[in-house]
């Protein structure tokens, strides 16, 4: 399996507070990529990233930003946590338009 | 706008029977396409990616084959077996990956 790790893998928090989930990968891979996975959705884009300190938005963007400081690492920060922001996300791993290799996601409750 | 429709969205069968997965696609502009496995509570594994360029892909009994023209992939799993039972996922390569919303297939002994 490929390096990836998620942390954390599970969360519960409140409305409105803020809250950062980590994506590390001893892969050495360019791209790193966040989605989230709800019921009836699939699997959505949120952020992407294509090296250190490049990032582009997704197709489920609003109320997240991401941060990509180190080729290993991608954070997903969700600045004012929403109810509808309650899903599981997953990271992502790719070398160039190739495979990508998931992490075994983080579960977020948001209460 | 690119979607990917998977059929069937369940499916049962019996251990043994040889089966075969649907992924249509709208758009045939796409760089590869790729299939997933996902047990309940875990992660996506990858098991097949099929570039552009490509017809068909083949991992021990999985073979994945691809129609750009007509928008479809479909995934054969010969001699199914319980282990097999999860969600498949299609996804399709567009310099971002778009997913289908899986075929979830039980095999039963």
Known sequence: ?111 | KQEVTQIPAALSVPEGENLVLNCSFTDSAIYNLQWFRQDPGKGLTSLLLIQSSQREQTSGRLNASLDKSSGRSTLYIAASQPGDSATYLCAVNTDKLIFGTGTRLQVFP
């Open chain 1, 1 to 111: 399996d490929a390096g990836i790790t998620q942390s954390p893998r599970h969360k519960v928090t409140e409305t409105g507070t803020p809250v950062t989930l980590r994506c590390h990968q001893t892969e050495n891979h360019r791209y790193m990529y966040w989605y989230r996975q709800d019921p009836g959705h699939g699997l959505r884009l949120i952020h992407y990233s294509y090296g250190v300190k490049d990032t582009d938005k997704g197709e489920v963007s609003d109320g997240y930003s991401v941060s990509r400081s180190k080729t290993e690492d991608f954070l997903l920060t969700l600045e004012s946590a929403t109810s509808s922001q309650t899903s599981v996300y997953f990271c992502a791993i790719s070398a160039a338009q190739e495979t990508q290799y998931f992490g075994p996601g983080t579960r977020l409750l948001v209460l």
